[in-house]
């Protein structure tokens, strides 16, 4: 009696489970896996544009778009992008990212990151998404609040009066006119390493409509009390601002202005550097609005190159190795074949660079699909042939069915016709 299929890809194929997201789509920064090496030019161009662009470029935002000559603007890892740099900044406060970039040694500043996106169930205006950015800071793997937190007692001497009075000289200084700082933020963040975190894992979803700006406008205070020079907030899935039916045209505009509001008032105005996700779809729906308000060009056009990155997907199958690698190694076994992409073997790579058109998110989805397909149909290893018959829609009974004479499998491009 045959193995069931993870059975079989535990003892075949040395894989403790499906590696590989099955829907393709990013769920969550605990659960992403990252490598440099799948877009080394784009995450360059990402990191040089947004944070040494906002430390010294003077720039306030920044544009990361999708692009394909097919149309398709999602799949391609803006989000997991924008992620993986957040993790990169906060594990040191920049330290290495700034270096890396090229900034010299004696002018680099300690920053912070924080992602956060809107979506169409709870964060469909700014204030929520604020909110959201200051849970990031405060918790999850992300967060830096506790590590400030500790440098800020530190630096008043293990006195915590010491530590009210420098975040109200820090509110002082950054915004005299600006937001007050929170009474319930301020005792939370002295209390304890968790409680900041506590206390916005309790806030109510009305209050952070209403009030979300002053939870991340109290957060900007703390951080500038110990030394934090710039935060860099990656806001995703902007375009659900725009989407039809998610807000009304007016409060679409109050939303958008929001924004620019937060350009031009402290102590958003010299702290804050805002990226932004963009695709086609994105920009003809918020174009308007955004003009309007006369917020900075999101366009792509060479005038702005040094405000935007596009990514265009994957273009090779040594960038879908590398995908595949970071993804397969955290799950290897005893078993593991001899490749870091076993049982895959040469051509399975650009099978799927074909069928995803280079998006990397499809790509997992369809690399998840085969790898099933393959233990299902209990082979040893899943080579470019069984992957041409089953994305044909001949499917894992292709894999034990004869095909031409010789055993070659037939034209990808016939089978696909």
Same mark, same amino acid.
């Given at each position: 009696?045959?193995?069931?299929?993870?059975?079989?890809?535990?003892?075949? *194929?040395?894989?403790?489970? +499906?590696?590989?997201?099955?829907?393709?789509?990013?769920?969550?920064?605990?659960?992403?896996?990252?490598?440099?090496?799948? *877009?080394?030019?784009?995450?360059?161009?990402?990191?040089?544009?947004?944070?040494?662009?906002g430390?010294?470029?003077?720039?306030?935002?920044?544009?990361?778009?999708?692009?394909?000559?097919?149309?398709?603007?999602?799949? *391609?890892g803006k989000?997991?992008?924008?992620?993986?740099t957040?993790?990169a900044? +906060?594990?040191?406060?920049g330290?290495?990212?700034?270096?890396?970039?090229?900034?010299?040694?004696?002018?680099?500043?300690?920053?912070?990151?924080?992602?956060?996106?809107?979506?169409?169930?709870?964060r469909s205006g700014?204030?929520p998404?604020?909110?959201?950015?200051?849970? +990031?800071?405060?918790?999850?793997?992300?967060?830096?609040?506790?590590?400030?937190?500790?440098?800020?007692?530190?630096?008043?001497?293990?006195?915590?009066?010491?530590?009210?009075?420098m975040?109200?000289e820090s509110?002082?200084?950054?915004?005299p006119?600006?937001?007050?700082?929170?009474?319930?933020?301020?005792?939370?963040?002295?209390?304890?390493?968790?409680g900041?975190?506590?206390l916005?894992?309790?806030?109510? @979803?009305?209050?952070?409509?209403?009030?979300g700006?002053?939870?991340?406008?109290?957060?900007?205070?703390?951080?500038?009390?110990?030394?934090?020079?710039?935060?860099?907030?990656?806001?995703?899935?902007?375009?659900?601002?725009?989407?039809?039916?998610?807000?009304?045209?007016?409060?679409?505009?109050?939303?958008?202005?929001?924004?620019?509001?937060?350009?031009?008032?402290e102590?958003?105005?010299?702290?804050?550097?805002?990226? *932004?996700?963009?695709?086609?779809?994105?920009a003809? +729906?918020?174009?308007?609005?955004?003009?309007?308000?006369?917020?900075?060009?999101?366009?792509?056009?060479?005038?702005?190159?040094?405000?935007?990155?596009?990514?265009?997907?994957?273009?090779?199958d040594?960038?879908?190795e590398?995908?595949?690698?970071?993804?397969?190694e955290?799950?290897?076994?005893?078993?593991?074949?001899?490749?870091p992409?076993?049982?895959?073997?040469?051509?399975?790579? #650009?099978?799927?660079?074909?069928?995803?058109?280079?998006?990397?998110g499809?790509l997992?989805?369809?690399?998840?699909?085969?790898?099933?397909?393959?233990?299902?149909?209990?082979? #040893?290893?899943?080579d470019?042939?069984f992957?041409?018959?089953?994305?044909?829609?001949?499917?894992?009974?292709?894999?034990?069915?004869?095909? @031409?004479?010789?055993?070659?499998?037939?034209?990808?491009?016939?089978?696909?016709?």
């Open positions: 009696m045959p193995t069931d299929p993870y059975t079989h890809m535990e003892e075949a *194929f040395g894989l403790d489970e +499906n590696p590989f997201p099955a829907e393709g789509i990013s769920s969550g920064a605990e659960t992403e896996r990252y490598s440099d090496l799948v *877009f080394p030019v784009e995450t360059h161009e990402f990191r040089l544009k947004m944070i040494r662009g430390l010294q470029g003077g720039r306030k935002t920044g544009f990361l778009w999708s692009m394909s000559p097919t149309g398709e603007d999602t799949g *391609f989000t997991t992008l924008m992620r993986n957040v993790r900044i +906060n594990g040191d406060f330290a290495a990212v700034q270096g890396n970039l090229g900034i010299k040694p004696e002018r680099i500043k300690p920053i912070v990151a924080t992602f956060a996106e809107l979506n169409e169930q709870s700014l204030y998404v604020l909110f959201a950015a200051t849970q +990031n800071l405060a918790a999850g793997p992300d967060a830096v609040m506790p590590a400030i937190r500790q440098k800020l007692l530190a630096k008043a001497g293990g006195d915590r009066d010491g530590m009210r009075d975040i109200a509110q002082m200084k950054l915004a006119s600006g937001q007050a700082l929170r009474s319930d933020v301020l005792e939370a963040f002295v209390d304890n390493d968790a900041l975190a506590e916005l894992s309790e806030v109510s @979803d009305a209050s952070r409509l209403r009030n700006i002053q939870y991340f406008t109290g957060a900007l205070y703390i951080l500038a009390a110990a030394g934090i020079e710039k935060v860099f907030s990656m806001i995703d899935q902007l375009e659900d601002l725009g989407k039809k039916g998610a807000l009304s045209a007016a409060k679409r505009r109050r939303e958008i202005g929001r924004i620019r509001d937060m350009l031009e008032i102590p958003f105005a010299s702290r804050l550097h805002m990226s *932004f996700t963009f695709h086609p779809a994105a003809q +729906n918020l174009e308007q609005d955004w003009q309007a308000n006369r917020l900075p060009s999101f366009d792509t056009n060479a005038a702005n190159a040094s405000a935007v990155v596009v990514l265009r997907g994957l273009q090779s040594q960038q879908v590398e995908l595949l690698k970071v993804w397969m955290p799950v290897r076994n005893e078993h593991a074949g001899p490749s992409v076993s049982p895959f073997t040469l051509g399975v790579p #650009g099978v799927l660079l074909s069928v995803s058109q280079g998006r990397a499809v997992l989805n369809r690399a998840s699909e085969l790898l099933y397909a393959g233990a299902e149909a209990q082979v #040893g290893e899943i470019g042939a992957a041409q018959r089953h994305f044909a829609g001949n499917g894992h009974l292709a894999a034990i069915a004869a095909t @031409d004479e010789d055993g070659a499998a037939a034209d990808y491009d016939d089978l696909l016709a």
